[in-house]
């Protein structure tokens, strides 16, 4: 069993930058390919940015390119989602996700292909 545990939401103003962070625990002896996805009120939940196991590919939403960076930590099998210039659209409930597999390129941007999901942490741009 794996966990994932989001962390790093909050209430900030438009304009400002904020980071959340994921871990996944349990049986890390895998390799994990992680994203971010995002829900806002009365909306599916799209990705937000995803990146690889060997954190070196990734691949961002048409709405955050060039303003979110998504890195990795591939000891600590930990994922960040750098956040600047933040927009009052941006608010939503941020969920982490976390999949294997075998191909350490691989960047996952399916909701299916992830089998472990946290909880979700709220961000919260005002204007």
């Known amino acids: 069993q794996v966990q994932v545990v989001e962390t790093g939401g909050g209430l900030v103003q438009a304009g400002d930058s904020l980071r959340l962070s994921c871990a996944a625990s349990g049986r890390t002896s895998s390799n994990y390919f992680m994203g971010w996805f995002r829900q806002a009120p009365g909306k599916e939940r799209e990705l937000v940015a995803a990146?690889?196991?060997?954190?070196?590919?990734?691949d961002y939403s048409d709405s955050v390119k060039g303003r979110f960076t998504i890195t990795k930590d591939k000891a600590e099998n930990t994922v960040y989602l750098q956040m600047s210039s933040l927009k009052p659209e941006d608010t939503a409930v941020y969920y982490c996700a976390a999949g294997s597999s075998s191909e350490s390129r691989w960047v996952a941007t399916m909701e299916v292909e992830y089998e472990y999901w946290g909880q979700g942490t709220q961000v919260t741009v005002s204007s």
């Open positions: 990146i690889s196991w060997n954190g070196l590919n990734t």
